[in-house]
């Protein structure tokens, strides 16, 4: 059901985008409006690890193939599965048990991160969340980009078989 998987990757990428808007003005007061040459050039170092590591790797190539057959694999049939398809894109729900247990792990993990990183007094606060503010934009371009892709390849190439996770 395309309008499911379509509204699961587009609510994964609101998830996305909110804590983007949260993270930009912090990594901008503490890398550009407080500029200093250690941190900024640290940023710019961590900016590049994260682009690779989170956005690349983490986003790119493992997360958004697995959401994206997450999201096609919604049939439609159960409205609760439609209704909490974000979360389904996410991993969190209505997966195999290795999925989930994974996607929960990294939910527990990230927000156990982000209350570490509150912790950091400005500028180094930014610079960390500079890097979180590449990746996670570098995985929301990817999310959307891969959703296109998908829309716009015939049925047939368009579809892959549901996976694991990764």
């Known amino acids: 059901m395309r309008a499911a998987a379509i509204w699961g990757v587009l609510g994964m990428a609101a998830m996305l985008a909110e804590a983007l808007g949260r993270l930009v003005p912090l990594a901008w007061e503490g890398v550009v409006v407080q500029f200093a ?3 900024f050039a640290v940023a710019v170092v961590w900016c590049g690890v994260m682009a690779w590591a989170e956005g690349y790797r983490g986003f790119q190539q493992r997360f958004v193939p697995a959401a994206l057959d997450r999201a096609f694999a919604i049939d439609g049939r159960s409205k609760v599965e439609v209704v909490l398809a974000p979360l389904k894109v996410l991993g969190v729900l209505g997966t ?9 792990i990294m939910v527990v993990g990230i927000t156990a991160l982000v209350l570490a990183v509150k912790q950091l ?3 180094w606060r930014g610079v960390v969340d500079s890097g ?3 990746g996670l934009g570098w995985g929301t ?3 959307l980009a891969g959703l296109v892709r998908r829309l716009m390849l015939p049925e047939s190439l368009g579809r892959r078989p549901p996976s694991s996770g990764r």
């Open 132 to 134: 979180v503010v590449v």
């Open 141 to 143: 371009a990817a999310l």
């Open 37 to 39: 040459p250690l941190p």
């Open 121 to 123: 007094p400005q500028p």
């Open 96 to 104: 195999e048990p290795r999925v989930k247990r994974r996607a929960w």
